[in-house]
């Protein structure tokens, strides 16, 4: 994320969402969703993607590929 949003890593906190920090928006979600694609070669679907719109969602979408 940090990368992406091009921030500190301090700069995100467990209660990041979209929006706040300022960064995420629409086109960055994009970028994040790809980008993680890539690093843990998993595929989401659009509901996913949807869902994660917090911190705390794209660690669950996250953790539910790289669990199954």
């Given at each position: 994320m940090t990368d992406i949003?091009?921030?500190d890593p301090r700069a995100i906190s467990d209660s990041a969402e979209m929006g706040a920090p300022e960064q995420w928006d629409s086109g960055n979600h994009v970028r994040l969703v790809l980008a993680l694609e890539e690093e843990f070669d998993v595929s989401f679907e659009i509901p996913e993607i949807e869902a994660m719109t917090?911190?705390?969602?794209?660690?669950?979408?996250l953790e539910s590929k790289l669990s199954s």
């Open positions: 949003f091009q921030l917090s911190f705390q969602g794209v660690l669950s979408a």
